[in-house]
């Protein structure tokens, strides 16, 4: 089936520095991949959709410098935490639309200290 | 927001069957119920969906009932691997776009031995 690849699975930054999370489709090609996040015990909150070779569209409250999203390929997406602060800690999932649906990463926890 | 309604928490002994209820009363013709499941520190699996037809596949089976309005995530055999969050999601599928995939809180199933 569709696998979708994240990559790191966790990562440790100091404040004030730039992280990259890498979301790539195994075997499939996706047009839209779909940014996660979700804070402890809480339900996962949508942040961006990435659009293949387009500017990304970012939910209602969601700083778009903050987090600096690029589709260049057909099969890899990226988010870049800028900048990183504390309360940025969370963990960040992505997902692809295929056939049964969508798929989603494995996730990455991201802590900023 | 979520059009789903589920209870916050269930539990199950294991090897029994678990029922997971979901309310979607405002459910329209063209929209499927999706079912995904989240175990901690993961991202969300895809269990099962369907649009009228109760349906089964090697993870569990899903009724819908006549008007739609509800539906019933069965995991005949629990273990206690299936301890998770389960959401209960209400989509169109093949539409591109994740602003209609709201995830709600789900059920935290609590598999006991």
């Known amino acids: 089936g569709a696998v979708v690849s994240q990559h790191p699975s966790r990562v440790i930054c100091k404040s004030g520095t730039s992280v990259k999370i890498e979301c790539r489709s195994l075997d499939f090609q996706a047009t839209t991949m779909f940014w996660y996040r979700q804070f402890p015990k809480k339900s996962l909150m949508l942040m961006a959709t990435s659009n293949e070779g387009s500017k990304a569209t970012y939910e209602q409250g969601v700083e778009k410098d903050k987090f600096l999203i690029n589709h260049a390929s057909l099969t890899l997406s990226t988010l870049t935490v800028t900048s990183a602060h504390p309360e940025d800690s969370s963990f960040y999932i992505c997902s692809a639309q295929t056939g049964l649906g969508y798929t989603f990463g494995s996730g990455t926890r991201l802590t900023v200290v | 927001d979520a059009k789903t309604t589920q209870p916050p928490s269930m539990d199950c002994a294991e090897r029994r069957a678990a029922n997971l209820p979901c309310n979607h009363s405002t459910i329209s013709g063209n929209e499927y119920v999706y079912w995904y499941r989240q175990i901690h520190s993961q991202g969300p699996q895809y269990i099962i969906h369907g649009l009228k037809n109760n349906e089964t596949n090697e993870m569990a089976s899903l009724i819908i009932t006549e008007d739609r309005k509800s539906s019933t995530l069965i995991l005949p055999h629990a273990t206690l691997r299936d301890t998770a969050v389960y959401y209960c999601?209400?989509?169109?599928?093949?539409?591109?776009?994740?602003?209609?995939?709201?995830f709600g809180t789900g059920t935290r199933l609590t598999v006991i031995p």
């Open positions: 999601i209400v989509t169109w599928a093949g539409q591109t776009g994740a602003n209609n995939l709201f």
